[in-house]
């Protein structure tokens, strides 16, 4: 028994303090660096395809019927050979929703307004260069800024973005979707 009256390792004997601990202090302060990291990573443009809405392959959604338009640009058909580039699947995503795809020519975005309709527009915001993130609801959202665009027309619809979006002309042929 000590001095104090304690026989060993009782709650009252002072410890040492615990080096392994960490203050609320180192907490917040990574917390901190996750976010701003986070928030970096979201304004990077990425490798692959993002889709939204729903997974491809899902039971939920039906592939449209095989006389689809393409987009607002006169000289292209839903139908007939393509040897443009594919870009997806038209059963890959639902109506209303769309994909983000990156291509040899830069960022496209395709989205899918109607049963029977497919667009797709230059994926780049006009306002500081930033790839759109993705098509929810029918409209277009670049998350770097805010900016939000119509599905149908490529118009700004709000954020710091100056103008709309450019059309990209696509033809659809079995299912697929291709540059034009």
């Keep these: 028994m000590d001095a ?3 026989s060993g390792g ?3 004997q002072p410890t040492a303090p615990d080096r392994g601990s960490v203050s ?3 907490i917040l302060a990574g917390s901190a660096a996750a976010v701003a990291v986070l928030a970096l990573g979201a304004c990077a443009p990425g490798e692959e ?3 939204t809405g729903t997974t491809p392959g899902d039971p939920t959604t039906q592939p449209p019927a095989e006389s689809e338009s393409a987009t607002p640009t006169e000289g292209s058909s839903g139908q007939g050979e393509s040897s443009g580039e594919p870009l ?6 639902p109506v209303g929703g769309g994909v983000v795809v990156k291509t040899a020519s830069g960022v496209v975005v395709i989205t899918h307004p109607t049963d029977t309709d497919f667009l797709a527009f230059n994926g780049t915001c006009p306002h500081q260069g930033c790839p759109v993130t993705e098509v929810l609801e029918n409209t277009i959202l670049c998350n770097c800024h805010g900016s939000v665009f119509d599905s149908i027309t490529g118009d700004r619809l709000e954020g710091p973005a100056p103008t709309g ?3 990209v002309p696509i033809q659809v042929s079995d299912g697929e ?3 034009a």
């Design 177 to 179: 979707i291709y540059l």
């Design 165 to 167: 979006l450019e059309p």
């Design 24 to 26: 609320r202090r180192g």
């Design 10 to 12: 009782c709650a009252c």
């Design 88 to 93: 997806a699947g038209t059963g890959d995503f």
């Design 49 to 51: 395809a993002s889709t």
């Design 4 to 6: 104090s009256g304690c």
